[in-house]
């Protein structure tokens, strides 16, 4: 469709970037992204005419975004020419607009086009050698200065070389090195470093990437403390296992976190706040990965008591969020205390009182430092079992 309205519109049509790649790969990718050498917005407008998306038309830079129902997208940029200065007396030369395009992008895999124009449909366009770099399973950058102008890129070269487990190209690896010396990770803000990091994080490659990062000195880039050992690939492969242990048993535990509180597990106590914010999304995030790794060793100790009774193990762990509880369940080995862990959220967790001050009230009982007192006994006679139904916790609280 987009090579017809290409035709009818006298412009030439490709699809670009990840999309060529995947498609070589034969692997899935629902995101399309096209480039017209012409009026992106124009084109943009009746492509729309044929899926009836939504459309999101950006003037300013000739781009456009079509939303399918399906969730699918589809970017339409407008190619845009650019004039190259060649050193000494050569005269500037000019490139064509997809070449432009393409050589402004970072690795040779994710730079190739396929026209969609019905006379030259299905033209691979591969000005950097992307195809020959597929089959050599190399991720290679198109000019030395790549990563200085987006450090970025430094964690995208990371994250495809782990998803497609390529090498990544010896000089690519020393123009990430020479970045990384030039101080490139630290000129970039916490937030594009984080979103960067939650990328690899939320590849299955992880493990890959990380031991990648961690030979290339990039986790020692981002934080001198940042490391991984043996324990983390042994706990990381449990993640899965813990997580279907507990399906139906907590509500929706984020394995995000979870692999976050991993990766930190070691990292020392007193130095958290400086990396937290380079791992979470929000408030809520940074607290729940703060409270998981702050209390662990504290937790685990009062867990290794023995005969600790019911109310003992609910008062250890209730305050705290289900991602915690995982997080101990994957990261302790101590059979004792998964079982602790596992016995509490299967049968405590959720146990509340029915009744509230409001209740007391009614009963005629004087508000004041009582009510804590008497919520938090007729709590304990609940969670020891001594108690069921709301009529047993009022006769209590009486
Ligand atoms: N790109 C780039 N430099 C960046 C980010 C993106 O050159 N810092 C280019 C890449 O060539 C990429 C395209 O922009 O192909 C689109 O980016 P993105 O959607 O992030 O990449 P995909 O290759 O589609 O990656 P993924 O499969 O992870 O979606």
């Known amino acids: 469709i987009a090579g017809r309205v290409g035709d009818d519109l006298n412009i030439k049509t490709y699809v670009v970037g990840g999309f060529v790649r995947d498609l070589i790969l034969e692997t899935e990718n629902w995101d399309i992204d096209l480039m017209v050498e012409g009026d992106g917005i124009a084109f943009a407008e009746v492509l729309n005419t044929y899926f009836e998306g939504q459309l999101k038309l950006y003037h300013k830079f000739g781009t456009a975004l079509i939303t399918l129902e399906n969730g699918q997208s589809i970017d339409i940029v407008t190619a845009r020419r650019e004039y190259y200065e060649y050193p000494a007396a050569l005269p500037k030369i000019e490139k064509s607009s997809i070449w432009s395009d393409l050589f402004r992008r970072d690795f040779t895999i994710n730079c190739m086009a396929i026209q969609l124009n019905k006379r030259e449909e299905g033209k691979l366009i591969d ?23 987006d450090p970025t890129r430094i964690f995208r070269a990371i994250r495809f070389a782990a998803r497609f487990n390529y090498g990544i190209e010896e000089e690519t690896q020393n123009f990430i090195q020479q970045a990384i010396t030039q101080g490139m990770i630290a000129k970039l803000s916490t937030d594009r470093i984080r979103d960067e990091l939650l990328y690899i994080i939320r590849e299955k490659s992880l493990l890959n990437s990380l031991l990648i990062m961690e030979d290339l000195g990039i986790l020692k880039g981002i934080h001198p403390d940042l490391g991984i050992d043996d324990g983390f690939a042994e706990s990381y492969s449990k993640i899965e296992d813990t997580l279907s242990q507990f399906k139906g048993v907590l509500r929706e535990p984020n394995p995000v976190l979870l692999t976050i509180m991993l990766m930190l597990s070691n990292f020392p106590k007193e130095k958290l706040d400086e990396v937290i914010g380079l791992f979470s999304i929000n408030k809520a995030w940074a607290n729940i990965i703060y409270i998981s790794l702050s209390n662990r060793n504290e937790v685990y100790t009062k867990l290794r008591e023995d005969n600790l009774d019911k109310y003992q193990l609910y008062k250890i762990l209730h305050a705290l969020p289900e991602e915690s509880i995982i997080y101990y369940y994957t990261d302790c080995k101590n059979p004792y205390i998964r079982h602790y862990l596992m016995f509490f959220s299967v049968k405590l967790r959720d146990i509340k009182t029915f009744i509230t001050g409001e209740d007391l ?37 009486k």
């Open 127 to 149: 000005y950097f050698g992307g195809l020959a770099d597929i089959k050599n399973r190399k991720i290679r950058v198109l000019y030395n200065l790549s990563f200085i102008e």
């Open 361 to 397: 009230l009614k009963l005629g009982i004087k508000p004041g430092p009582s009510y804590t007192y008497i919520l938090q006994e007729v709590l304990k006679a609940k969670v020891e079992g001594n108690i069921y139904t709301i009529e047993d916790e009022l006769k209590l609280a």
